[in-house]
């Protein structure tokens, strides 16, 4: 018998089991919608609720010995289907019972606009959903204005892409209220007939954008021609047709199996992150439930005047409306004159909204409200992978005794403040100038030089996927925010490993998306920067090329993040002269790392320079981390010198660990075990709270 077919049946058996309680779990979620649709006083999200949820469910998932990131991954998708099926009772239509809706969509069945148009009905209660695709967009919006289709779902933007005209156009100048939103995160696949291969193939077809955003992909098959669709899903249904096995096309994994293709590669995209948004638009206006976030978007034309458009954003500001978008469009009866579409948060009919909209009125010289509709703003975060598990990852270690004795209740100390310094003249970007707040650096949604002291972990350097798997898996149960791992090394000896360069950079990134960790990673050369850029969420320039001017003004001219660290015998005024290169270049996203510095002292690698935390923030607005495992070179000194560095004012750690630091090819000595990990969090909790900050 065959030894797999066993343990199958009862997978099979299991899922069953999964779907099945699934559906008794939604079942109670439904009644909790059904009581809150009742009760306009009970609020629809319940966060304390469901931070207890999450706590509970790691908790019970650490028990089991699985992974509380994974199982935390799978929670947060339930709760999200939950939200969103509640939905139901908070529409008109639920009161009206289930109707049968036509939208319109362009493209054919199992387009992204047609697996979007799925994606929001799915949770409206509505009695049939008849999807109808149209050749172009000025087609759906002829035939929602003729009544052929009661919606139209149109793409607005693509995180790639960005804002698509036509559309915008088409709001601008057609009769149309925007009545929801939807996004779709876009995965493309290589779909060819079943049995063939990518090897063989001669041309791969696709809609002209996503032939664009896989080009790193087809440079990789030779001799392969790219061909034009006039839709992704268009060019999966020729493929199909036509019957031959040197042709495959670019589109959805939905798509593949409308049309009984194969998926031969997946996720082939040049950026990770590939999100649509669209917009639900219809005839008339609809309520919904006031308590569910909203957005609005409007649009409106102003003379050819002296800071009209400022004017115009201060009435946001001072009624303390968050703009979402701000998108500007050629007035094609007036030329150089433009229509300006706004998207801000909250509806047009709560009373502050509405008087933001009638000061608006006195400066502009037409104003259009497109709508109010809810929006789906937390998920298009979610998918861009910016919004983390909520969950509260705490190491499952024993407290240490150090934890015990400092959570004496003695008055909170905190770091002390330091005062603005007269520096440099010619450092003129970096300086902190009196009363100028704290830059915070934005690393793909993680928030360096804020309250929260930021951990980045992770090992020296990436040595195969395995081993760059369990550090990533390491890092998130450790706790931290971004991930660390060289894939280019500077090694002091030629012998040494050296890196695996764009293939170690290459795992790194795929252990930090399975992670949710953005990842930071060195680069060498100024001709890499462009490559490294586009893979890392942060760059890091090391300590041997912190004066390495050619490759500070490279990283200058990148939209990456830079962590700069401390050359090991730069003073801290170079330091911030290499920071100054760095933001001179246009680049105003610098970390500063004071990573130890090389003395006479010969008990440690180099010697941390501590004092330097609270001078450099006195000197300069930029935020400042410590990596101590450079600076002591010992795994046993990380933790003291990790809870000093916290103490004196440090924004966060730089750590390395290792899933096996007995087997590491770089800095075995100094890397950090889980145990470790687990000790240093603990350890550095209290230190982190007494300084005033989270961790
Ligand atoms: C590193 O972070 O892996 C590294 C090489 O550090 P440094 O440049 O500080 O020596
Ligand atoms: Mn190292």
Redesign the pocket.
């Given at each position: 018998m065959d030894p797999l077919s066993k343990p199958r049946d009862q997978i099979d058996h299991l899922d069953r089991e999964l779907v099945r309680i699934l559906a008794e779990r939604l079942d109670a979620v439904r009644a909790i919608g059904q009581a809150k649709s009742r009760d306009p006083s009970v609020p629809l999200r319940d966060e304390e609720r469901e931070r207890a949820l999450f706590a509970a469910w790691a908790r019970t998932a650490e028990e089991q010995g699985l992974s509380s990131y994974y199982a935390g991954r799978v929670l947060r998708e339930i709760l999200n289907w939950s939200r969103r099926d509640q939905e139901r009772f908070l529409e008109p239509a639920a009161q009206n019972g289930p109707r049968a809706v036509r939208v319109g969509y362009q493209g054919v069945p199992m387009s992204y606009s047609d697996l979007a148009a799925q994606k929001l009905f799915a949770t409206r209660d509505v009695g049939r959903l008849e999807r109808i695709g149209y050749r172009g967009f000025a087609a759906v919006v002829d035939a929602l204005e003729a009544g052929e289709v009661d919606y139209a779902l149109l793409p607005i933007e693509n995180t790639i892409a960005g804002s698509i005209d036509e559309v915008y156009d088409l709001l601008g100048s057609r009769r149309m209220t925007i009545v929801g939103e939807e996004v779709w995160s876009v995965e493309h696949c290589l779909l060819g007939l079943p049995g063939s291969r990518a090897e063989d193939l001669r041309v791969v077809r696709s809609h002209p954008v996503a032939l664009l955003q896989c080009t790193r992909f087809l440079e990789g098959l030779v001799g392969v021609r790219s061909e034009s669709f006039h839709d992704t899903a268009g060019a999966a249904e020729a493929v199909a047709r036509d019957g031959d096995r040197h042709v495959a096309a670019i589109a959805s994994e939905e798509a593949g199996r409308e049309y009984g293709l194969e998926v031969l590669r997946r996720d082939i995209s040049n950026q990770p992150v590939n999100i649509t948004r669209f917009l639900l638009l219809a005839r008339n206006k609809e309520s919904f439930d006031a308590r569910r976030p909203a957005k609005t978007s409007l649009y409106f034309s102003l003379n050819h005047r002296h800071g009209a458009l400022l004017e115009c954003l201060m009435v946001f500001e001072a009624h303390a409306l968050n703009l979402t978008k701000l998108e500007s469009r050629p007035r094609p009866e007036a030329a150089w004159e433009y229509m300006f579409y706004v998207d801000f948060e909250g509806h047009a009919d709560e009373p502050n909204a509405a008087a933001a909209l009638e000061a608006l009125r006195a400066h502009t010289n037409h104003l259009q409200v497109l709508g109010s509709y809810p929006r789906r703003a937390e998920e298009g975060l979610e998918l861009a992978g910016r919004a983390r598990v909520p969950v509260d990852v705490q190491p499952v270690a024993a407290p240490s005794a150090l934890d015990a004795r400092t959570r004496s209740p003695d008055a909170p100390l905190k770091v002390p403040a330091c005062p603005a310094v007269k520096t440099n003249p010619a450092l003129k970007l970096v300086t902190r100038r009196e009363g100028q707040p704290r830059t915070i650096v934005d690393v793909s949604g993680v928030a360096v030089g804020g309250e929260r002291f930021v951990l980045v972990l992770g090992p020296?350097?990436v040595e195969n996927r395995a081993q760059v798997n369990a550090a990533a898996e390491m890092c998130k149960n450790g706790g931290a925010s971004l991930m660390?791992g060289?894939a280019f090394?500077?090694r002091t000896s030629p012998y040494a490993f050296q890196g695996l360069g764009f293939e170690g950079l290459e795992y790194l990134r795929e252990a930090g998306r399975a992670f949710e960790l953005p990842i930071v990673t060195?680069v060498l050369h100024p001709e890499d920067v462009e490559r490294v850029a586009e893979r890392a969420d942060m760059l890091?320039?090391?300590?041997?090329?912190m004066q390495n001017f050619a490759l500070l003004k490279e990283v200058g001219r990148t939209r990456r993040p830079v962590l700069l660290?401390?050359g090991?015998s730069a003073t801290i005024e170079e330091l911030l002269l290499a920071a100054e290169y760095v933001l001179a270049g246009g680049n105003q996203r610098v970390i500063l790392?004071e990573?130890?510095i090389r003395t006479f002292e010969t008990a440690t690698r180099n010697t941390l320079d501590v004092s330097a935390i609270p001078v450099l923030k006195g000197m300069t607005h930029l935020p400042v981390i410590v990596?101590p495992?450079?600076a002591a070179g010992r795994r046993d000194l990380v933790v003291p010198l990790s809870l000093a560095a916290a103490a004196a004012g440090a924004d966060g750690l730089?750590v390395?660990c290792h899933p096996n630091p007995a087997e590491a090819l770089?800095?075995k000595d100094q890397a950090l075990t889980s145990a470790d990990v687990a000790d240093l969090v603990a350890r550095l909790r209290p230190v982190v709270a007494a300084v005033g900050r989270t961790l």
């Open positions: 020296c350097a660390r060289g090394k500077p060195e890091q320039i090391g300590a041997r090329n660290k401390r090991m790392c990573r130890g990596d495992s450079h730089i390395e770089c800095d």
